[in-house]
């Protein structure tokens, strides 16, 4: 079965680069923190203070009001919406643009190479294709290593709040979240449940971006960091063992390998929780899902996305007795396995 759908809309989507570049300029001029800041402004005062030429900024600013990301009042002055001064406002502990910086930044110019990655199944950076792994040269450079992780926390906040929220923490005592990035998921656990112990395991050069954010929310004293390469070292042992996107990044070989890590490190009874934007298992309509597996096709040297009832079963395959998969927010699932 197909959805209907008009030429209008087949065309929208056809152009719907034109507002994702309107917001991510948006985002990466700072005008939402300008305008929490100072604002409601007038236009000579935006252009003034985010560097705009007159030509086009009447239509850039009165385009994110018809995206309802801004606002603008009686007196032609504009201000953010509720909703952008609490998520675009960097000052802000809400802050999610750090996701959009990294939109921006990678993902938006890789995506020009989508049709030469379909046609020979190569990512857009060749050079990670020796190394199997783009870590090591997103790392190699503080600011690409910061944007990346910030986009990462961005990315995951609600998603973290979710999982915090909806899995049976008081089950439990203490959680590995493996490729932990800065840590969101931990503090958001740490914070909603003051019995967890919280590690966060991923590469070394991610340490100082992980104490800074777990320090800056106050949970320092249950949440700490455990430098390793997974695909080398043994998983650290806990009672959960979270992976949150970053089966997706690999082979199905290393997909298998990580869950028999998990496997191995579990106590009887322990849980191993795969949260992704998971595709639907008929692969018709989480679209965002999808998409994503494309992404790692333009960005990584063999990742993939794939379905619940997939990874349910290379979590049986790996020792797992029992699977299930709940849906969270923002597009993504969760599978959870009991050893
Ligand atoms: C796509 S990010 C996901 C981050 C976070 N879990 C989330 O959902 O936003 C993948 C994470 O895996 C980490 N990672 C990649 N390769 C790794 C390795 N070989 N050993 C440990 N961590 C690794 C990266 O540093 C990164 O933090």
């Known amino acids: 079965m197909s959805h209907a759908i008009s030429s209008d809309a087949i065309l929208e989507?056809?152009?719907?680069?034109?507002?994702a570049k309107a917001l991510l300029s948006a985002v990466e001029l700072d005008l939402f923190t300008v305008l929490a800041r100072e604002g409601p402004l007038e236009i000579d005062a935006i252009c003034r203070r985010v560097g705009l030429h007159d030509r086009g900024a009447r239509d850039f600013l009165d385009s994110l009001v018809a995206l309802a990301l801004l606002q603008r009042d009686e007196l032609h002055r504009y201000a953010n919406t509720i909703e952008t001064d609490l998520f675009l406002d960097r000052d802000k502990p809400t802050y999610s643009g750090g996701f959009l910086e990294m939109c921006n930044e990678r993902l938006y110019p890789a995506w020009s190479g989508l049709t030469a990655a379909l046609q020979t199944g190569l990512s857009v950076h060749e050079e990670?294709?020796?190394?199997?792994?783009?870590?090591?040269?997103?790392?190699s450079n503080r600011t690409s290593r910061e944007v990346f992780l910030g986009g990462m926390t961005g990315g995951v906040r609600a998603v973290a709040r979710a999982i915090a929220a909806q899995f049976a923490w008081r089950e439990h005592r203490s959680v590995v979240d493996v490729g932990c990035a800065e840590g969101c998921l931990l503090v958001e656990i740490a914070q909603a449940h003051p019995h967890i112990q919280g590690r966060g395991f991923d590469l070394a050069p991610v340490?100082?971006?992980f104490d800074r954010f777990v320090t800056a929310n106050a949970v320092g004293d249950r949440v700490t960091f455990q430098a390793g390469d997974f695909r080398v070292d043994p998983v650290p042992a806990a009672d959960v063992i979270v992976f949150g996107r970053v089966l997706h990044n690999w082979n199905l070989a290393t997909k298998r390998q990580l869950l028999a890590r998990a496997w191995a490190a579990l106590p009887p009874g322990g849980r191993v929780?795969?949260?992704e934007r998971l595709i639907d298992d008929e692969r018709r309509t989480n679209a965002t899902a999808l998409l994503a597996s494309l992404n790692m096709l333009v960005v990584t040297p063999e990742g993939f996305d794939f379905t619940g009832g997939e990874c349910s079963q290379w979590m049986r395959d790996a020792g797992f007795r029992e699977t299930r998969v709940?849906?969270?927010?923002a597009s993504h699932g969760m599978v959870i396995g009991t050893k």
């Open 273 to 275: 929780v795969v949260y």
């Open 13 to 19: 989507i056809g152009q719907s680069f034109w507002k």
């Open 326 to 329: 709940e849906p969270l927010v």
């Open 207 to 209: 340490a100082p971006s």
């Open 128 to 139: 990670d294709r020796e190394s199997g792994d783009f870590y090591q040269r997103l790392y």
